[in-house]
Nanobody
Framework: QVQLVESGGGLVQAGGSLRLSCAAS????????MGWYRQAPGKQRELVAS???????NYADSVKGRFTISRDNAKNTAYLQLNNLKPEDTAVYYC????????????WGQGTQVTVSS
């Protein structure tokens, strides 16, 4: 079994910064793509950023230039640096990963709340 555990969320004023972490644990052989999604109240879950097993990254237009995704393969951990936060960034942020154990499967974390006050 594989678990993804997010941390680093919280309450911050507009213009502030946070760093989210997502640590994967369990019977992991390798991790392909890792990503961060978010879901605001009354809205659908949306992709924020993703990173491949190498260095390729992808960002939602709304966060380009403000958020940075990275990963430490030795620690099976992904990070999301959130800078210049805006009230519209308020959401629950979820980690997502394509993990190979005995087969390839997608896993989700439990989510971490990010609240940006104006």
């Amino acid at each position: 079994q594989v678990q993804l555990v997010e941390s680093g969320g919280g309450l911050v004023q507009a213009g502030g910064s946070l760093r989210l972490s997502c640590a994967a644990s369990g019977s992991i052989v390798s991790i392909n793509r890792m990503g961060w999604y978010r879901q605001a109240p009354g809205k659908q879950r949306e992709l924020v950023a993703s990173i491949g097993s190498g260095t390729s990254t992808n960002y939602a237009d709304s966060v380009k230039g403000r958020f940075t995704i990275s990963r430490d393969n030795a620690k099976n951990t992904a990070y999301l640096q959130l800078n210049n936060l805006k009230p519209e960034d308020t959401a629950v942020y979820y980690c997502n990963a394509d993990v190979f154990t005995y087969y390839l499967r997608q896993y989700w974390g439990q989510g971490t709340q990010v609240t940006v006050s104006s």
